[in-house]
């Protein structure tokens, strides 16, 4: 794989292309966590993929076929993630990269550093999945798992707020900020990541059945819950007045999509709290009420999704960059919003629709579903290999001291 040259800095965007391949491992095992039977436990474990693979549970061929196909695809994306993640921290930590970075912290896009914390949370996350269905009896021992998991979200949090806190206060303390060079929503990346820890808290929250652990998993989830929309209100109505004054910054259109994956996080975030409410505080279960927040909030993706599409068919980005040779790390920003689709459409779509009994399970309505948000998935996993090949593989690069 190839590295950076002084002709092309580096940027911290890199990382969110590791964050994708992370994001697409986890939307395969949304088939997993969806289609497989687990009634002892609240997502797939490695026995009752040994039992869905082996022919022990009864299920439909095509059931079964789509169980193999969405496992490879686990593994496969989940090793790419872990190899874009290694390159970007040896990228990251080079003579190089730390002399980009140096300049990058006295900018506006020193935001953009948030993609670090954002993808080492992925990472917790890709682990979890990665020893739920592939380490043998692993979910016998997870009570005792849950606190290292609340520790490594901890450290990553303090991480977080450092990186934020420095360039929050720059601006508070030494003012420079002009609405001319924020006519983006970039700055959603603190969203983004408060979003991704957030729901990380939030499910020991939701599995823990230790009652302490699970509050205070929930305390610290709910904390950057509150976290994430106040930035996220603070930087829409600031972005949105200075994108209709001078008009949005082309370099960073992927920005326009970043509140996608925001609601997919909080949303589950929302559905994982309300299960821990359930379970420990005997709190009444609503299917109407999660048939209506869901699907206001799949409806809110749809809007954005709907009219950043719009956006870039004006100003030529996807030609550019995804169909055309147009070569910029930010581009990356265009994976993370298909994968976000996707999988709250799955929450949606089972919670909403087929658990409600207003679709059949297995029926030809639930397949025609399936097949509608898989074509999204399809699509950002193209984008994925596309822009991976570009940036990584297909163009001559190396940066000093990563290759050496």
């Not at 954002?118 to 979890?128: D, E, R």
């Not at 999204?376 to 990563?402: D, N």
Request: glycine content about 10%.
């Amino acid at each position: 794989m190839s590295s950076l040259n002084s002709g092309s800095p580096y940027h911290p965007s890199y990382w969110l292309a590791a964050l994708g391949a992370g994001g697409l491992s986890v939307s395969f095992f949304m088939y997993l966590m969806w289609l497989l039977p687990h009634p002892d436990s609240p997502m797939p474990t490695w026995e009752h993929l040994q039992g869905a693979l082996g022919g022990e549970v009864a299920m439909p061929a095509s059931v079964r076929a789509i169980t193999l196909v969405a496992t490879v695809a686990v593994i496969l994306l989940a090793a790419l993630h872990f190899v874009l993640l290694w390159w970007n921290i040896r990228a990251h930590r080079s003579a190089a990269g730390q002399r980009d970075l140096a300049t990058l912290r006295a900018a506006p896009g020193e935001v953009q550093l948030m993609a670090v914390p954002l993808t080492l949370a992925m990472t917790v996350n890709v682990g979890f999945v990665l020893g739920a269905l592939f380490v043998p009896g692993l979910w016998s021992v997870v009570e005792y798992l849950f606190p290292f998991a609340l520790l490594a979200f901890a450290a990553i949090s303090w991480s977080a707020l450092r990186i934020y806190g420095r360039y929050l206060s720059r601006f508070l303390v030494d003012g420079g900020y002009r609405d001319s060079e924020h006519n983006h929503l970039s700055p959603l990346l603190a969203v983004f990541t408060f979003a991704m820890l957030s729901v990380g808290f939030a499910a020991p929250a939701a599995m823990s059945h230790i009652k302490v652990v699970s509050a205070l998993a929930a305390t610290a989830s709910i904390l950057f819950f509150v976290l994430a929309v106040i930035v996220a209100v603070i930087v829409l109505v600031g972005g949105a007045a200075a994108m209709m004054t001078h008009g949005l910054q082309p370099r960073a259109t992927p920005s326009i999509w970043m509140l996608v994956p925001i609601v997919t996080l909080l949303g589950i975030e929302w559905v994982r709290l309300r299960h821990g409410l359930i379970h420990h505080f005997a709190s009444p279960q609503d299917g109407g009420e999660l048939f209506y927040m869901l699907t206001a909030l799949f409806m809110l993706q749809l809007g954005v999704m709907l009219i950043g599409y719009r956006v870039m068919q004006l100003n030529g980005y996807l030609r550019l960059h995804l169909a055309g040779e147009g070569r910029d790390p930010v581009s990356f920003g265009l994976i993370c919003p298909g994968v976000a689709l996707f999988v709250m459409g799955m929450f949606w779509w089972h919670l909403a629709w087929v658990e409600t009994g207003l679709v059949s399970k297995y029926g030809a309505g639930y397949w025609a579903g399936i097949g509608l948000l898989a074509i999204v998935q399809l699509v950002s996993l193209y984008a994925l290999l596309r822009l991976s090949w570009k940036l990584f593989v297909g163009h001559e690069t190396c940066i000093a001291g990563v290759d050496a």
